[in-house]
């Protein structure tokens, strides 16, 4: 028996390989719908010259939310099918990733992949074990959902209150783990991310602050251990390096993923105090261009 006719989102302002991708592995039920925010975006010039299976739909700028968590509420109010994939355009989507969630899904109810972020610049490759611990390892521990890969049915979540929470808020994935039970697989997917120190700077803001908004508690207790590493690395810096070498080496590994910099443990976990810091001290961030100003969970304000 195949798998359900099936609703893949994918938010993009441009046609990406990830959008190729994607659009190769749908069924004859499938559909792909690729989620811009408005005419003027890149990615509409191809809305006369789209692949069987993909339609174009454009959300509009947001308005107390993020243009991501916009971008999906409207894309699932778009989606003609009840099962419902979620993903980005950055990463590499192999040949039976779609299927692969089919399988899953079928095993294990709704799923979902983790990221392993890839430095472009100096500040994100420096972090990268940092990433891997908080975020892969963090993720995958946590059965979290990730907006880049994840499987559900619109019956495995509270789909109308989900979405008018969605419209409120920043993270789609934060919220998203927050209304449904999910399976958390340890398959990584390589994401690369930064490209200057501005930009990898903005992503820490906007991920110390998911943290903090979604997991007041967490972002605590990830705090205390930031200031008890910070403290271990003045103190005893060979003990510390060794041990944070060694984590940092075992997380790549766990998750399969073979880089060098698995050695940058130490230099990572001294960076996390004050990374974190700076995180919540911002009053205002940008991601995609938009800056936003996210007073508490249910009240963002979109700032030019």
């Not at 191809?46 to 947001?62: H, S, Y």
């Not at 499987?151 to 209150?161: K, L, N, P, V």
């Not at 200031?227 to 984590?247: D, E, K, N, R």
């Not at 919540?280 to 940008?286: D, E, G, I, Q, S």
Request: charged share 20%.
């Amino acid at each position: 028996m195949g798998s359900p006719p099936t609703s893949v989102l994918l938010p993009t302002v441009r046609w990406t390989d990830a959008c190729d991708d994607v659009a190769s592995q749908l069924g004859p039920d499938d559909e792909l719908l690729i989620v811009c925010d408005n005419d003027s975006d890149p990615v509409a010039a191809r809305a006369d010259d789209l692949p069987e299976g993909v339609r174009l739909v454009i959300a509009g700028d947001p308005e107390g939310c993020s243009g991501k968590a916009n971008a999906i509420a409207v894309g699932m109010g778009a989606a003609r099918h009840d099962r419902i994939v979620w993903t980005d355009d950055d990463f590499v989507h192999p040949p039976d990733w779609l299927d692969s969630l089919h399988a899953d899904y079928e095993r294990h109810g709704p799923v979902s992949e983790v990221p392993f972020f890839v430095g472009r610049d100096p500040l994100s490759t420096l972090t990268e074990p940092l990433y891997a611990i908080g975020g892969t390892l963090g993720t995958y521990q946590d059965n979290k959902a990730w907006g880049g890969a994840v499987m559900f049915e619109r019956d495995d979540i509270g789909e109308t209150a989900f979405l008018a929470a969605l419209r409120r808020t920043v993270s789609d994935d934060g919220l998203l783990s927050e209304h449904l039970d999910l399976t958390t697989l340890r398959r990584a997917r390589l994401v690369p991310v930064g490209g200057s120190i501005r930009e990898s700077a903005e992503r820490h803001v906007r991920f110390s602050q998911i943290v903090y908004r979604h997991e007041p508690r967490g972002m605590g207790g990830i705090l205390g251990l930031a200031v008890l590493f910070t403290v271990m690395g003045v103190l005893s810096p060979g003990l510390v390096f060794v041990l944070s070498t060694l984590l940092s080496v075992a997380v790549y590994a766990f998750f399969g993923v073979r880089r060098w910099t698995a050695l940058l443990g130490y230099p990572a976990m001294m960076l996390q105090l004050p990374l974190f810091l700076y995180g919540l001290a911002r009053r205002t961030f940008v991601w995609g261009g938009r800056g936003y100003r996210w007073r508490s969970k249910y009240d963002v304000e979109v700032v030019e």
